[in-house]
């Protein structure tokens, strides 16, 4: 990145606000389901806990709608914080995020404390990206670290408000990711390999318009697979599918197609007279989805072809399920596909809620490369755009 790291800017005995992304999973009983987030941005944690500095979190959690909500409190997170953390550091949990008690609880920090700010949506100033808002976050701090990949394609105030009063830098995890993504995605080794799947081409043309200039091959599974074989004049009984997009879809197939990617679609079904895991199924070919059947997997063959297609790849980036592979009925074409890319000796980077669920759902999260903390962020990064959360940090040049 031509942007500053936090190794690159002096933290030593600062008072250093990180944006981290801890918009975790919650239990009916307030209790956390899923960590990954937290975990992930220990590295920078610890990192300015050895520079001696008063560590600051600010996070999101769920949508309260500008409105203080003890529901979406920052307090479980606090309390799971400190089980990661050294004993010896003391976190310590603020009432609000801005204002006169805050800065007080700053001031009276030891250097190596933790301050966790209670949510940042609890003011309608974050997701309006008030500038005020963003200047009342940023008087709290010497410096400012992003370390919220998975919130970098929005333009709220602790996103790209901050920057603008004072030095900004990337911290380890929004570091990482994108690295990985720029070594799997512009600069991968080849033959190079893009799984889609997912509902919705409309979700995806921007990156499969994309991807089909840095792909060697795109393999395509999940419901938008339907729009594809409709726009070739094949039926789809009443499986999933997108009027408006076929002639989209045929654009798409003569851009692959003149760029030399090899574009694979689904040669059979799981079909089911209803979206209901209790429902008769059926395996058939893509030429005989029956009338009035839905289509919600790939099929063995297709799982066959794409484990071939997927050979070698020396690069493979996931996004987007096979099927609906949260009932069990519908599950087999993700989960096999997730036994292909694992055994494979590609380099493989994984993105999106759903796939990443489907992952840890397998048990199978550390046997890729790489599973990114950011579905909308990633997509984003996918289609080729530029995030919002990151270009607004110090650029080195300017440093």
Request: aromatic fraction near 8%.
């Amino acid at each position: 990145m031509d942007k500053l790291f936090i190794k690159e800017l002096d933290v030593h005995k600062k008072k250093v606000m990180i944006r981290t992304d801890y918009n975790v999973p919650l239990d009916e009983e307030g209790k956390i389901t899923d960590d990954t987030r937290i975990r992930a941005t220990l590295p920078t944690i610890d990192f300015l806990l050895d520079e001696k500095a008063k560590v600051i979190i600010a996070s999101h959690l769920g949508r309260p709608d500008g409105k203080v909500n003890p529901k979406y409190s920052l307090k479980p997170v606090a309390r799971r914080l400190q089980r990661f953390l050294d004993e010896k550091v003391r976190v310590i949990m603020a009432d609000d995020c801005i204002g006169p008690k805050v800065k007080k609880q700053i001031e009276e920090m030891n250097y190596g404390d933790v301050l966790v700010l209670e949510n940042l949506r609890f003011h309608s100033g974050e997701e309006k990206n008030d500038p005020a808002f963003a200047g009342e976050l940023a008087s709290l701090c010497d410096v400012f670290i992003q370390d919220a990949f998975g919130n970098c394609h929005r333009k709220h105030a602790s996103m790209v408000g901050i920057d603008s009063f004072i030095p900004s830098a990337a911290g380890f995890l929004l570091k990482k990711e994108i690295d990985y993504f720029e070594k799997s995605v512009n600069q991968p080794m080849r033959p190079v390999v893009a799984l889609l799947g997912g509902a919705k081409v409309s979700d995806k043309i921007k990156i499969i318009e994309n991807l089909s200039k840095k792909m060697d091959k795109i393999l395509i599974g999940g419901a938008m697979a339907f729009t594809f074989l409709k726009a070739q004049g094949f039926g789809i009984g009443k499986s999933l599918v997108e009027d408006s997009m076929l002639d989209v879809v045929k654009d798409l197939m003569d851009i692959s197609r003149k760029n030399g990617t090899k574009l694979y679609l689904p040669v059979d079904f799981v079909v089911a007279e209803k979206f209901d895991g209790r429902a008769e199924t059926k395996v058939v070919p893509y030429q005989e989805i029956p009338e009035r059947w839905i289509a919600l997997d790939i099929g063995p063959a297709t799982t066959k072809l794409f484990y071939e297609a997927l050979q070698d790849a020396k690069t493979i980036v996931w996004n987007g399920p096979m099927g609906a592979f949260e009932i069990d009925a519908f599950s087999r074409g993700t989960y096999a596909m997730i036994d292909a890319v694992t055994s494979s000796h590609a380099s493989t980077i994984v993105g999106g809620g759903d796939t990443d669920m489907a992952f840890h759902k397998a048990g199978k999260t550390h046997e890729v490369s790489f599973i990114s903390t950011g579905g909308g962020a990633f997509l984003k990064l996918l289609e080729g755009s530029e995030l919002p959360g990151v270009a607004s940090l110090s650029s080195k040049k300017k440093a």
